[in-house]
T-cell receptor, first 110, second 114 residues
Framework: KNEVEQSPQNLTAQEGEFITINCSYS?????LHWLQQHPGGGIVSLFM???GKKKHGRLIATINIQEKHSSLHITASHPRDSAVYIC????????????FGKGTKLTVNP | DTEVTQTPKHLVMGMTNKKSLKCEQH?????MYWYKQKAKKPPELMFV???????INESVPSRFSPECPNSSLLNLHLHALQPEDSALYLC?????????????FGSGTRLTVV
């Protein structure tokens, strides 16, 4: 079982829809990252969370440390939001490293 | 400057060639990383440099040779690669090796070995 699990793997939405991507993890973490990767390959860091909730524009990220679960929400989705969204956790315990989920491919149709 | 710059963006090389990938940042970050990403897979950590010293080598074959000449620059020297080494190579940096302040990723070099 992967240490970081994301769902769904693929998601297709119509423009304007509210989108939720989920991430569950099974290891102790110092922080959790939500990353965005466009087809060209570059990765953009959207959020780094260690507790609670963060909001940036139409994007909202939440984390529940007790339940080892995080969600990324996109409000009023737009075709330019189409990308792969990756959850990555920074493990704790002496040799911190990023452990990545397999990503969620989001397609927003006009 | 808040970017990690990788060059070249695309590279095609033969199995007998020697080439280098370059990564540069001017954010004062003291940790720099190389990741390899195959299609539809998450990035895999290859190397970590902390304060210009190699701190993590994830059992990467010797045909990949990293170099950190100064705190702003990270190279990946490639020699005698195999077609299965074709992938997107991503560079990232963070303020320290713990990554507690977050990471900045480059746009990647898409490598094709023929």
């Amino acid at each position: 079982k992967n240490e970081v699990e994301q769902s769904p793997q693929n998601l297709t939405a119509q423009e304007g829809e509210f989108i939720t991507i989920n991430c569950s993890y099974s290891v102790g973490i110092s922080a959790l990252h939500w990353l965005q990767q466009h087809p060209g390959g570059g990765i953009v860091s959207l959020f780094m969370l260690s507790s609670g909730k963060k909001k940036h524009g139409r994007l909202i990220a939440t984390i529940n440390i007790q339940e080892k679960h995080s969600s990324l929400h996109i409000t009023a989705s737009h075709p330019r939001d189409s990308a792969v969204y990756i959850c990555a956790v920074l493990t704790q315990g002496g040799s911190e490293k990023l452990v990545f989920g397999k990503g969620t491919k989001l397609t927003v149709n006009p | 400057d808040t970017e990690v710059t990788q060059t070249p963006k695309h590279l095609v090389m033969g199995m007998t060639n020697k080439k280098s990938l370059k990564c540069e940042q001017h954010m004062g970050h003291r940790a720099m990383y190389w990741y390899k990403q195959k299609a539809k897979k998450p990035p895999e950590l290859m190397f970590v440099y902390s304060y210009e010293k190699l701190s993590i080598n994830e059992s990467v074959p010797s045909r990949f040779s990293p170099e950190c000449p100064n705190s702003s620059l990270l190279n990946l020297h490639l020699h005698a690669l195999q077609p299965e080494d074709s992938a997107l190579y991503l560079c990232a940096s963070s303020r320290t090796w713990t990554g507690w302040d977050g990471y900045t990723f480059g746009s990647g070099t898409r490598l094709t070995v023929v």
